[in-house]
């Protein structure tokens, strides 16, 4: 079965730094480009940044780009996202998920696979 297992998450005081991970199953992961998405309190799923199949530079979303890097490592099937000078309103459920397209897209209904997510709180 396909398995994508996000882990990293936890407490962080605003300005600290997180590192999320992606473990994935099942799958030849380089055939997929990946995603991170995060759902706040209360609020829809939001797309948070994205990477092409062999990896390279990321896509962000306006309210994460210069603090959050993504990357990935095909050789141990694992992608992660960096998050540095954390906010509280990043303070969510993160998701990583991966679609067959070379093409990425914000919308999660668009994705073939999710993991469980990981929560990451932001609080004095």
């Known amino acids: 079965d396909v398995q994508l297992q996000a882990s990293g998450g936890g407490l962080m005081q605003p300005g600290g730094s997180l590192r999320l991970s992606c473990a994935a199953s099942?799958?030849?992961?380089?055939?997929?480009?990946m995603s991170w998405f995060r759902q706040g309190p209360g609020k829809g799923p939001e797309w948070v940044s994205s990477?092409?199949?062999?990896?390279?530079?990321?896509i962000y979303t306006d309210s994460v780009k210069g603090r959050f890097a993504i990357s990935r490592d095909n050789a141990k099937s694992t992608a992660y996202l960096q998050m540095n000078s954390l906010k509280p309103e990043d303070t969510a459920v993160y998701y990583c998920?991966?679609?067959?397209?070379?093409?990425?897209?914000?919308?999660?209904?668009?994705?073939?696979?999710w993991g469980q997510g990981t929560l990451v709180t932001v609080s004095s």
């Open positions: 998920s991966v679609r067959e397209s070379i093409v990425p897209s914000r919308r999660p209904d668009e994705y073939d696979y």
């Open positions: 099942g799958i030849t992961f380089s055939d997929y480009t």
């Open positions: 990477i092409g199949k062999g990896g390279g530079a990321g």
